[in-house]
């Protein structure tokens, strides 16, 4: 069996004669010499071919390639010192397996809704690519993360009865002789594997049938959800923090070939790996916003606009903590020291992003928790097997939830979190 070379292994195989197989980005030629454009899914390079080098026919082949002709190819890998990626091949052989003409996602500019129509095939391109590759490693960091911390993965079902977020921004859908939801959260469910488990994560799509067309929103995106028994908010937070932290240095650590093909300053990530976010309470934050002469009140919830001046102060996350209760969901544990505050905290990134992270300590008491729901106006009949956990068992607990292409976006510097997800869903747009 062949073995096949990745293009990102390059470094291990200087010098060596290997067999690669990969597709054409673009191309170039100066007479007797042509230069390929190369990917392979793993990296981008050059492969370099000389009339002197290779038969005739061979030469006359490459010079037919179309974008995204798919070969195999033989040569050998070299240093290259001028380009970024730092090797190139000098081919000798190749093979094609599919050339055609009129690959839609040119080398040109393109606007965002062409691409968005072609996402099947942009995906291809470099920029994408380093996206997709981010979105992997924060991935892995975060199972990474959470397995070391003594946590299990935890899956919550996608369809449902019980709206855990509100009833207002929910997908409805015909179940046999009953209705169901599609999950805007599984923190209920991760509620449930707290007390059965200690602590748990669940990571999976969420949805949410908000009528907002702005850069921080999809109908379908991506949620972890940890949920830690016996745990305090105040310990909650400084495990948001080491946990952001990690994956922060994860990137880093990972990821330098990418941040560059995305032109990410990676010194703008690293003040995260430092931990020390600031806990700024919600009275401040609206202190702050009104000497800005922003126009808000105490009791009022942060518009975009004022998420992204308040992130635009620091240059890590931070944590605005004890929002009032009258704007968030009816399972948060009141803040004993000012009952008209829940005991939560919303993590807002730097640079302008806003919040990427929400969470709290739930109410574990039956009787509070029920007066909350009847207080929400939600049913408790619908909430019955969620009372079941203050009736047996109920401990103190807390936990949050991470909007996964909102930390892309930021850690990519994304302009909006459609880029974020390899097939994004919104207002409008369901396909590809
Ligand atoms: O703040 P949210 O609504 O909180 C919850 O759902 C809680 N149940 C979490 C928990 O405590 N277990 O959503 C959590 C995060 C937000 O901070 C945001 O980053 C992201 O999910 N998010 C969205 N991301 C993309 N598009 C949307 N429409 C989003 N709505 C929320
Ligand atoms: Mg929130």
Redesign the pocket.
């Known amino acids: 069996m062949t073995e096949y070379v990745a293009i990102k292994d390059s470094a291990k195989h200087v010098g060596e004669t290997v067999k690669m197989h990969v597709w054409l980005t673009d191309k170039r030629s100066s007479g007797k010499i042509m230069f390929l454009q190369l990917r392979d899914g793993s990296a981008f390079f050059q492969g370099v071919i000389r009339k002197e080098d290779v038969s005739e026919e061979t030469f006359q082949t490459a010079k037919g390639l179309h974008q995204e002709a798919s070969f195999y190819v033989t040569g050998t890998i070299n240093e290259d010192k001028r380009s970024k990626f730092g090797y190139e091949l000098q081919i000798s052989d190749l093979e094609v397996v599919s050339n055609r003409e009129g690959f839609p996602v040119t080398n040109k500019e393109h606007g965002i809704d062409f691409l968005l129509d072609h996402r099947h095939l942009w995906l291809r391109s470099r920029r994408p690519f380093a996206i997709m590759q981010i979105r992997n490693t924060l991935f892995k960091a975060t199972v990474d993360f959470f397995e070391k911390e003594g946590f299990i993965k935890f899956d919550a079902p996608l369809l449902m009865h019980t709206a855990?977020?509100g009833t207002t921004e929910l997908f409805h859908t015909e179940y046999f002789e009953t209705d169901a939801y599609l999950s805007?959260?599984g923190?209920l469910y991760?509620e449930v594997g707290a007390e059965a488990f200690g602590k748990i994560f669940t990571f999976g799509p969420t949805f949410?049938a908000?009528a907002?067309k702005t850069r921080?929103?999809?109908?379908e995106?991506w949620?972890m959800?940890p949920?830690m028994a016996w745990m305090h908010q105040d310990e909650s937070l400084d495990l948001q923090e080491r946990f952001l932290a990690y994956i922060t240095g994860q990137v880093l650590e990972k990821n330098q070939y990418e941040l560059e093909i995305l032109g990410r300053d990676p010194e703008k990530l690293r003040p995260t790996t430092e931990g020390n976010f600031v806990r700024l309470d919600y009275g401040e934050a609206i202190k702050m916003l009104q000497e800005a002469g922003r126009e808000i009140q105490w009791g009022d919830d942060f518009g975009a606009p004022d998420e992204a001046y308040l992130a635009n102060q620091f240059d890590r996350p931070f944590f605005i903590v004890n929002y009032p209760t009258a704007i968030k969901p009816f399972y948060m544990k009141k803040n004993p020291e000012n009952p008209k505050t829940y005991l939560c905290a919303?993590v807002l990134a730097p640079e302008g992003y806003g919040?990427?992270?929400?969470?709290?300590e739930r109410e574990s008491d039956y009787e509070v928790l029920k007066a909350q729901l009847e207080e929400a106006g939600l049913s408790l009949e619908t909430y019955n097997w969620y009372l079941d956990l203050r009736r047996y068992g109920s401990v103190p607990h807390s936990?949050?939830?991470?909007?996964f292409?909102?930390v892309i976006a930021w850690i990519c510097k994304l302009d909006h979190?459609r880029e974020a997800i390899p097939f994004p869903r919104m207002m409008t747009r369901i396909e590809p």
């Open positions: 855990p977020e805007q959260s923190q991760g949410r908000e907002s921080r929103h999809l109908t995106f949620m959800e949920e919303d919040e990427i992270m929400g969470g709290s936990g949050f939830g991470m909007g292409e909102r979190v």
